[in-house]
């Protein structure tokens, strides 16, 4: 198993752009989530989806769209990047069986200008 | 909602003392709890975790974590501290969802 991956490891956009950062999944989870990790402020949830078709707000929902076709992906949109962007972005996944092991990727170190 | 407080956002010890870290957490069912660590430039690792079973929960590295549901703590403790432990140690918790809510964060340094 790959476990979580993410693409792309590292970026750098200009304010107004948009891209994708990717997450994938082998393990069947129907639970993925995306955390953004900024100093001094914890790791905080963005958007969660408990399965293929279904996806809800976190904490940091603002400026960013998620979809969830199938259940190994669950891709994070940024429409048009701001610099408050910036940060270092999460994904998570873990199965409804065993909900208390959650398996992060490695991360995307986004920096907006 | 779930929230958790890290109490001292940097905690600093020589090489071989006590590391204590301190997490409160505020729930009035016991969720999950958790504690990672995240060296520098790298992901997170789980380094335990409690799930309703024994309170004195044993993780990697000599870790442990104690909790203590009328304090609605969670600290982290190892009896000797290593130039290798020097990291960011997040504490968080898993109420009834499988949301995970995480404290701010202690950056854990180690003086030789």
Redesign the interface.
Same mark, same amino acid.
């Given at each position: 198993n790959a476990g979580v991956t993410q693409t792309p490891k590292f970026q750098v956009l200009k304010t107004g752009q948009s891209m994708t950062l990717q997450c994938a999944q082998d393990m069947n989870h129907e639970y993925m989530s995306w955390y953004r990790q900024d100093p001094g402020m914890g790791l905080r949830l963005i958007h969660y989806s408990v399965g293929a078709g279904i996806t809800d707000q976190g904490e940091v929902p603002n400026g960013y769209n998620v979809s969830r076709s199938t259940t190994e992906d669950f891709p994070l949109r940024l429409l048009s990047a701001a610099p408050s962007q910036t940060s270092v972005y999460f994904c998570a996944s873990s199965s409804s069986v065993r909900r208390d092991t959650q398996y992060f990727g490695p991360g995307t170190r986004l920096t907006v200008l | 909602a779930q929230s958790v407080t890290?109490l001292g956002?940097h905690v600093s010890v020589s090489e071989g003392a006590l590391v204590l870290l301190r997490c409160n957490y505020s729930s009035s069912v016991p969720p999950?709890l958790f504690w990672y660590v995240q060296y520098p430039n790298?992901? !997170?690792q !789980?380094l335990l975790?409690y799930?309703s079973a024994a309170t004195l929960v044993k993780g990697i590295n000599g870790f442990e974590a104690e909790f203590k549901k009328s304090e609605t703590s969670f600290h982290l403790t190892k009896p000797s501290a290593h130039m290798s432990d020097a990291a960011e140690y997040?504490c968080?918790a898993?109420g009834g969802s499988?949301? !995970?809510?995480?404290?701010?964060?202690t950056k854990l340094t180690v003086n030789p």
């Open positions: - | 890290q956002s999950y790298q992901g !997170l !789980l975790k799930t997040f968080a898993q499988e949301k !995970l809510v995480f404290g701010k964060g």
